[in-house]
């Protein structure tokens, strides 16, 4: 018999020492992953509630202006307005156009539109990066528990099946010792 409070112990230190075998040193995220074990808690986070709570206005613009000019929308929108930029200074709508035929104006707008969006773009590519970073180590965390997890399932199981083996034995024993008695 043992309580449970050194069974957790012992299972805590076997979990430790089991990890460093098969992995070497033990990191931050091992660590985590074996505390929760014990302590019995959720691992997994959801790495958009950590990042949203953190991102400021730039990011949170960022984020929208790249989900707006990644979209069908914005393309349609854009070619709409180019459009419409042409046919009014080629269609002769204005007596006098604001941007006559090569287009200087229309090149100086696209060229800083591009500027500009370029960087909030790689900007927004970089959250991304880092709420898949967060999202790949929260997959490995509850992998790793969830292995941690059955491998104890597994041991607990070989233990009850070798305890049974041994009742099985013992009762077969006692069967033939009384099957012994009955034949004298």
């Known amino acids: 018999m043992i309580c ?14 089991m990890l460093e075998e098969e992995r070497g040193e033990l990191g931050e995220l091992e660590h985590q992953v074996i505390e929760s074990l014990n ?10 509630d950590l ?7 730039g990011e949170r613009m960022a984020d929208r202006v790249a989900l707006f000019g990644g979209s069908w929308a914005f393309i349609l929108t854009f070619s709409a307005v ?7 200074n080629v269609g002769g709508m204005l007596a006098k156009p604001f ?11 696209l060229s800083s539109l591009a500027a500009i969006q370029a960087p909030v773009i790689m900007m927004s590519q970089r959250r991304q990066e880092t709420k898949d970073r967060l999202r790949s180590e929260n997959d490995y965390r509850i992998n ?3 292995e941690l997890e059955i491998r104890q399932l597994h041991e607990k199981i ?27």
């Open 144 to 146: 790793l528990k969830a």
């Open 39 to 48: 302590n019995r808690q959720l691992i997994s986070k959801n790495p958009e």
């Open 4 to 17: 449970r409070e050194d069974l957790a112990r012992f299972r805590h230190l076997y979990v430790e020492r």
């Open 99 to 109: 941007d006559p035929y090569p287009f200087i104006l229309l090149n100086l707008v």
């Open 158 to 184: 070989d233990h009850q099946m070798a305890q049974q083996w041994d009742k099985l034995i013992e009762l077969q024993q006692i069967q033939i010792e009384l099957l012994e008695e009955q034949n004298k």
């Open 82 to 88: 180019l459009l419409v930029w042409v046919i009014v």
């Open 51 to 57: 990042l949203d709570r953190s991102a400021t206005f």
